[in-house]
């Protein structure tokens, strides 16, 4: 056993190489973005993958109308500045996206398929046009084949009886959809009493999470800004199977002097949970998380206080030195660790705390409790050490 497992800045080091591998066996979603010019398209993509996705401007055409913008993971067909006006625009329109749609799907695989379309209406418009609708029903008779979730975003919905009648009216046309979404991306100023607050991305980004195919749900999970529902889903499945790990290492119960046999498992869920939230954690972070938690040498003081204080909530066992870590007790402590820092994450993911929380006193103080609090939480009732499934 290599013993820079134990030396919590190797151990990050680690954990930043994982990071990077994960990151890049990540697939790319590509969502297409429809909708007449000014509906909000930009606001949109923009408020669900984070600032600056969509830059005006930017981007290469793929035909005069569709431009593709390339990102991190991402990969937006955008139609700015798109005047729909009359049927002639609409077919045209028709034509490209199909092509596009086509070429992609023979140029590869799956991967390489438009993953989901979202046609953005305005519901400040009060209108869905017939020619729009036109559009939707042929379009999905030519791309049939290729099974392509489509939905109708109404987008700015800062009146909730507008969108519930612009919604009315297109449900009663009945296009094979998914669903139609009404959905405020971002604050809409009133007057000086009412600001509208945001509203129906989460629900959204959940719809399209079901939608798109298995392949690109972890990314989507991971590159979406505003479902923590969904990051949080990912991160647990990935607990789950680092605790299972650890369970099957401590099977032939470990002396705690061997505790470093479960970091490799640790440090592999720690690098899963951070790609899933993607935000920027860096290897001092991850030293301070590992030295408060499950204490790797060179622990700080504080840290060695709440292992042995961790270790006595672990029946029969009474200090670091005694002892051994069986399979259940493997498990809970592997657990512990990623419940606790899938609570950082979410805090760091919804800007509650910066990055750099993790680094402080106050983020270690928080991390190491929440993680003896879930270690307190993982036992059964007769007090015995929980194995979460
Ligand atoms: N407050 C608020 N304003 C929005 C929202 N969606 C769009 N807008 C505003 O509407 C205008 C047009 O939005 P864009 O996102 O640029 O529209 P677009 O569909 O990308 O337009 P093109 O790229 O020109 O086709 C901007 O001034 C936005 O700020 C929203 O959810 N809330
Ligand atoms: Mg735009």
């Given amino acids: 056993m290599e013993n820079d497992y134990l030396d919590p800045f190797a151990a990050a080091e680690r954990i930043m190489d994982q990071i990077e591998r994960k990151r890049e066996g990540l697939k790319t979603i590509n969502l297409m973005i429809l909708g007449k010019t000014g509906v909000g398209k930009s606001t949109l993509i923009n408020t669900l993958f984070g600032e600056n996705r969509v830059k005006t401007g ?13 990102g991190d993971h991402l990969t937006v067909y955008d139609t700015p500045g798109l005047e729909l006006g009359g049927d002639n625009s609409m077919s045209k329109l028709l034509s490209q996206v199909v092509d596009v749609i086509n070429r992609q ?41 290729h099974n392509i979730p489509i939905f109708i975003v109404l987008t700015q919905s800062f009146n909730k009886n507008d969108s519930a009648a612009l919604k009315a ?75 299972a790990g650890a369970a099957a290492i401590g099977a032939v ?13 640790q440090i592999g869920m720690m690098a899963g949970i951070t790609a899933v939230f993607g935000v920027p954690v860096d290897k001092a972070a991850f030293a301070a998380i590992l030295s408060a938690t499950i204490g790797t040498g060179g622990m700080t003081l ?34 512990a660790l990623g419940e606790a820092y899938i609570v950082i994450m979410i805090m760091i993911a919804k800007g509650e705390v910066s990055p750099e929380f993790i680094k402080t006193e106050e983020g270690i103080k928080t991390m190491a409790k929440i993680f003896a609090e879930k270690m307190k939480l993982a036992r059964n009732s007769d007090g015995t050490p929980k194995v979460e499934e």
């Fill in 253 to 265: 119960p470990i002396p705690f002097s061997d505790a470093a046999l479960l970091i490799p498992e």
């Fill in 169 to 243: 009216y297109i449900e009663s046309l009945r296009l094979k959809i998914k669903a139609i979404v009404p959905v405020l991306a971002t604050a809409y100023y009133v007057d000086e009493d009412y600001t509208a607050k945001p509203r129906g991305v989460t629900e959204l980004a959940q719809l399209i999470s079901d939608a798109i195919p298995e392949s690109v749900r972890e990314t989507f999970a991971a590159i979406q800004r505003v479902n923590m529902e969904l990051k949080k889903k990912r991160a647990r499945a990935i607990v789950g199977t680092a605790a």
């Fill in 302 to 335: 504080l840290g060695k206080t709440i292992v042995t204080n961790l270790l006595k909530l672990i029946p029969g066992v009474g200090s670091i030195a005694g002892g051994a870590i069986s399979g259940a007790t493997a498990a809970a402590l592997t657990s």
């Fill in 105 to 145: 799907v023979e140029e590869g695989t799956i991967d390489d398929a438009i993953h989901c379309i979202l046609y953005c209406v305005s519901t400040p418009s009060h209108r869905f046009e017939d020619n729009e609708a036109d559009f939707i029903k042929n379009l999905q008779a030519k791309i049939i084949t």
């Fill in 58 to 70: 930017l981007g290469r055409p793929v035909t005069t109308d569709i431009v593709r913008i390339p």
